[in-house]
Each structure stands twice: as structure tokens, then as C-alpha cells.
């Protein structure tokens, strides 16, 4: 596994808040690797838009995938940019003054101009990479994609060569006199994401197992 | 309290998964009393950028701050327009075919072109609302802003007129054949969120207890 570290350009270095900006590669691939949607921007008819989406990594390489009917998409396809934010909110910093409240977490920002996987491989790779990240083992579980569903899917590679990492993981950052007041509260409330009790679709048969892929995930925390 | 139903312009019409569309108001105004981050999108030297930020709701204004010196806050402070989404997801869908697979979710993108909060009342208002938002409780415990603070803050304002809401809440949308052939699981597994122990900072007087608002929150799921 590359360690390279991030080579930001001007657009991915970080400005505001410097001192959470991480640039090794590996925390990178962490939250990529721990989030399970991400928001998609472009611009589409001279206004910015975002939209939540699945994602999934191989490498250095962000698969996304959609209809081929959508705006968004057939705007990618044909060159537009691109930038993903992939977000984890890991808590809530209760600051002795208002000012100084934020929270905790983990983010990646990602650049590029995303280009259309034509290569039937590589499609279904980006599939299986998107599939999995959502569902771990499903890609193997469940039917596989028919030509007439891989014909309607889009799917967009996105390089990761230009991304910014931010992560903040750290008590309230007070002033040295709100510190020295003692009278009011600071601490950390953290979020917790954990998976539940595995819901069965009404028209299963009635024997039907919970296979080992979906119960394993069950009570973990997520991320 | 409006239950005025959301009125789609083009651009926030929703185009692709219709079935999941929600028009009224209500379901926007929940959502974004729900979650605690939302991605502020906009085009900064001709591409488009992604932010994950906090946000408040007072009626039909977000709220959105952040320093006066950073550049995504200027840009709209000069009128740019911008894109804003708030996504809470609530589950994965497991399908018996990986083309189905999909998420449980709610939803909101809102559209429009922020303006700069200039009088001194409503710009405490739109703080108060982003604070609340994070941290209930935490405008009335904590030390307000200074005078010097809130001149490096910029508030912005954000009509909710244009909004695009979806939700998913339902079993796996499976083909009839794959429903029939019945070999494959399928289901939901529910993501949860929810609050854990709060961190008491470490620079705190010994004896200081979590204050109520802080603690009341503990082990309640979020949204």
C-alpha cells in the first residue's frame, strides 16, 4: 500500500484551520474507507449543485456510479468537475464560550474532473468497489448487474490526487481566560454510528437466514 | 408554524427517483432539525467546491457562519450562489440483486444565493440558531461572543424557497423474478446515531459537574 503523501495544489490546500490539516495518504483512504456516502458537487448550468451519493475506492481511484439518464452524471461524462466531500461527524465540542464550539471529525475533500469508465472490467470493478463499501460481501451474495442494468449505469473514476484532509479529534480550545473562569462547562459529547438488528424484506420465505455478511455487521460501530 | 408546500423551480425539481420526492415543508424543516452538518457548495474560480459546515434554521432561513476571512464565506458574500444539502442516513438496503442495492435516507438540497447578515439582532439570531442547532442549551451556558469575535464572524442567510426533499424509507425494491427465485436475502440494516458519554475537558475544576443540557442528551439517538 503507497504512503505517498497528499500533494495539495492551491485549490486542495487547506486555508482555514491549518492545524487540522493531515497529509498522509493513509488517513485519507481511512475515512474514504469508514463513510459510506459521499456529496458529489459540480456545476450544472452555471450554478453549483450537491448531491449525496454512494462511492467506493480501489486504490487511488474513487468509483461513482448512477443512471445513465441523470443531469449530473451525463455532465461529468462529459467533463465537468468534480469535488466529493466525504464527512464523518465524530462529536460535538461543548466550548466554554460559544465562539469557540465546533465539533469533532473526520473530512476529506476530493478534486478532479472524474472521466467515464468505458472498459467492461473496470466497470465492474468500480461497481463491486461502490457495492461493497455500501454492503460488504453483497457483490458476491447477490445477482450479479445484467447488461441491460451495466447499460443504464454510469460509472466515473475519480483520481485522488488532489485531496485535503481535515481531521479534528481534541478537547474545546478555549481561551486562556475562559479556562482560568472555571464557571462553565467544556467537554466532548461523541456521536456514535453503529449498525442495527437486520430488518428481513416482508417477502422473504419464511425460512430465510440472515447470511453471515449482513449479521457480522450487526451492533458494530460504524467507521 | 407554514405547512406551506415546497414550489420546485426547475432546478429543484426532482428529476431522478420521483417516487422518493416529498413536497411539503414539514419533512424539509425535520430533516434539517435533525442533523447537525450540512455541505455548502458553491463555484470558486470557476469550479465547484464542497463544505461540510454547521448550519441553524429560524422558519424559512438557514443560517451559515464562518470567518470573515475565508474565502467560500467572501464568495457568497459577494452573491455567489450556492447549494446546500443536509442527508441523514438511516440504513442500508440489501437487494437480492446488487443493482437494487440502495439506502434508506432523508434528504434535503436547497438552492439559492445567501446574503451577508448585517444588522447586529438578526446576525445574533443566526448564531444562536447555528449554536442551538450543535449544542441545545449551549447560547444560554456559554460565554456569548465578544464584540471582537463577532466582527470575524460572518453570518449568511439562506432562503428555504427552493428546496428538493427525498426520503427512502421502505423494504428493498427488488424485480418480481428475483423476489420469486427466493434463494437470496434481502433486507434492511439500520444505521443508528446516537449521542455516548460526554468527555469533561480536561482543564476543568474537579468538582464540575455535566450540566443538564449536556447530559440530558447522552445515549438519546439523534434526529
Redo the contacts between chains.
Sequence with gaps: MTTQPLSPTP?STV??GRRRSVTDRETLYSILDAG??C?????L????????T?YGRVGDTLYLH??T???SLRALAEGA?????V?L?D??V??????H?S?N?R?A?I?GTPTLVDDPVTKLAG?RAV?ER??PG??D??????QR?LAA?AVLALDLAEAAVKVRAA??G?DEE??A??T??????????????????????GD????DH?RR??GQA?G
Aim: hydrophobic share 40%.
Design positions: 485549490r486555508r482555514r459510506l456516502v456529496q458529489l458537487s459540480l456545476v448550468d452555471g450554478s453549483p449543485v450537491v448531491l449525496p454512494c448512477g443512471s439518464g441523470a443531469a468537475r468534480a469535488c466529493v466531500a464527512t461527524l462529536g460535538v461543548y466550548a466554554r464560550s460559544v465562539f464550539h465539533v471529525y473530512s475533500v478534486h461497481l457495492t455500501l454492503a453483497s457483490w451474495h447477490a445477482r450479479p448487474p445484467t442494468e449505469t478537547p474545546p478555549d475562559d479556562v473562569d472555571g462553565r462547562w467544556a467537554g466532548v459529547l461523541p456521536l456514535d454510528q453503529r449498525w442495527g438488528e437486520p430488518e428481513p424484506c416482508p417477502l422473504l420465505p430465510s437466514d440472515v447470511p449482513v455487521r450487526a460504524l
